[in-house]
């Protein structure tokens, strides 16, 4: 039992490139998360699902797209990078109701 | 729609000192609420929450929180703190029922002293 996991683990990106970010959780989860994490801003929600092929727009949407195609599958996309979208990105799941499981984060840096 | 407001984003105590981190939340549902931990380069983990029931929960490594609907707080307490604590420390608030977004607080950064 994996909980969550994401790749990359760190990512370096010139600014107007693309990437996607992959999240996986082998829980059964139905509800997944993205957050950007910058200092002193905690934790920023970015988009969320609530069950396969359903996505939501979180507090700091723009400049990202994402897609939950299997249940287990959480994907965060940057269309074109901007430096303003360097940070370190965690992905969640969890249970209704219940907390969270975090993955060990992406660092992104983008120049 | 719910906030977290975690007041002093740095905290240090000494080695065996109390610990308190606080956490006051709004929410226009009853909350659910939640304390996490995280250590440097690593992802957040779950030190204790409350749903519904007993509103003293105890978590992992000594940790407790109270949740006090008439202050409506949540604050985070060990009696007495060790090295191994220093870390982030983000309290977190969801609605209970069907709503299931998670409004974290800006973290606070334990440090300890020896």
């Known amino acids: 039992n994996a909980g969550v996991t994401q790749t990359p683990k760190f990512r370096v990106l010139k600014t107007g490139q693309s990437m996607t970010l992959l999240c996986a959780q082998d829980?059964?989860?139905?509800?997944m998360y993205w957050y950007r994490q910058d200092p002193g801003m905690g934790l920023r929600l970015i988009h969320y699902?609530?069950?396969?092929?359903?996505?939501a727009k979180g507090e700091v949407p723009d400049g990202y797209n994402v897609s939950r195609l299997k249940k287990q599958n959480f994907l965060l996309g940057l269309e074109s990078a901007a430096p303003s979208q360097t940070s370190v990105y965690f992905c969640?799941?969890?249970?209704?109701?219940?907390?969270?499981?975090f993955g060990p984060g992406t660092r992104l840096t983008v120049t | 729609a719910q906030s977290v407001t975690q007041l002093g984003s740095h905290v240090s105590v000494s080695e065996g000192a109390l610990v308190l981190l606080r956490c006051n939340y709004s929410?226009?549902?009853?909350?659910?609420l939640f304390w996490y931990v995280q250590y440097p380069n690593q992802g957040l983990q779950l030190l204790l929450k409350?749903?519904?029931?007993?509103?003293l929960v105890k978590g992992i490594n000594g940790f407790e929180a109270e949740f006090k609907k008439s202050e409506t707080s949540f604050h985070l307490t060990k009696p007495s703190a060790h090295m191994s604590d220093a870390a982030e420390y983000f309290c977190?608030?969801?609605?209970?029922?069907?709503?299931?977004?998670?409004?974290f607080g800006t973290g606070t950064k334990l440090q300890v002293i020896p």
């Open positions: 969640a799941s969890r249970l209704t109701g219940g907390e969270q499981y």
């Open positions: 829980m059964n989860h139905e509800y």
């Open positions: 699902s609530v069950g396969e092929g359903t996505t």
């Open positions: 929410s226009s549902v009853p909350p659910y």
């Open positions: 409350y749903t519904t029931g007993a509103t």
């Open positions: 977190a608030v969801s609605a209970s029922g069907g709503y299931q977004k998670v409004t």
